[in-house]
């Protein structure tokens, strides 16, 4: 059974920093593209991030450009989100998600329960 | 950026009724468009990817249509657990941006 376990959130001040942790279990992880999406309080869904099976290649949404990194220890079967410069519109909670390819396609098919990130004073 | 737009914001429905929501892409995005449901305090589930074609495990009262710009999510016959917000999401270019969401109620 596929399970994807994040943790590492929590209150923090803005300008803050903060590093999230997610567990994998339950599928080859190295083989995957991974992914955080946030959901603020009530809102949508955002993509932040993603990274290739072998970290060589990550890409992130404009609004956390500079200020968060994706990285992954495949042999921990674990995947990170570092953010660093925390403002109040980063308070969501964040899921890692596995990416699901078929073909060219690809989309997001197992996601962790999420962990809640406020930034506040 | 691709901006996704969805309609309705709302809608209410009954069990049994066909539900009809509608996604649009601010550029062609070919067929390169994702669905999702989301339940209260819950994670997304996947629907459909490739505008298409049902994941796995999901009922076949669930269908997708559309390319280019404008897409259909089609619920043929609602049942009581399918009351949800549904998000679709472009796979074409990052940011995989997703649409605000459609939440249908009773």
């Known amino acids: 059974e596929v399970q994807l376990v994040e943790s590492g959130g929590g209150l923090v001040q803005p300008g803050g920093s903060l590093r999230l942790s997610c567990a994998a279990s339950?599928?080859?992880?190295?083989?995957?593209?991974m992914s955080w999406v946030r959901q603020a309080p009530g809102k949508g869904l955002e993509w932040v991030a993603n990274?290739?099976?072998?970290?060589?290649?990550?890409n992130f949404v404009g609004s956390v450009m500079g200020r968060f990194s994706i990285s992954r220890d495949n042999a921990k079967n674990s995947l990170y989100l570092q953010m660093d410069s925390l403002r109040a519109e980063d308070t969501a909670v964040y899921f890692c998600?596995?990416?699901?390819?078929?073909?060219?396609?690809?989309?997001?098919?197992?996601w962790g329960q999420g962990t809640l990130v406020t930034v506040s004073s | 950026d691709i901006q996704m737009t969805q309609s309705p914001s709302s809608l209410s429905a009954s069990v049994g009724d066909i539900v009809a929501i509608t996604c649009r892409a601010s550029?062609?995005?070919?067929?390169?468009l994702n669905w999702y449901q989301q339940k209260p305090g819950k994670a997304p589930n996947l629907l459909i990817y490739?505008?298409?074609t049902l994941h796995s495990g999901v009922p076949s009262r669930f269908s997708g249509s559309g390319s280019g710009t404008d897409f259909t999510l089609t619920i043929s016959s609602v049942q009581p657990e399918d009351f949800a917000t549904y998000y679709c999401?472009?796979?074409?270019?990052?940011?995989?941006?997703f649409g605000p969401g459609t939440k249908v109620d009773i």
């Open positions: 998600a596995t990416i699901f390819t078929s073909g060219v396609f690809s989309a997001h098919d197992y």
């Open positions: 339950g599928f080859t992880f190295s083989s995957y593209w």
């Open positions: 990274i290739r099976p072998d970290g060589s290649e990550r």
């Open positions: 550029q062609s995005i070919s067929n390169y």
């Open positions: 490739g505008a298409s």
């Open positions: 999401q472009q796979s074409y270019s990052p940011p995989a941006t």
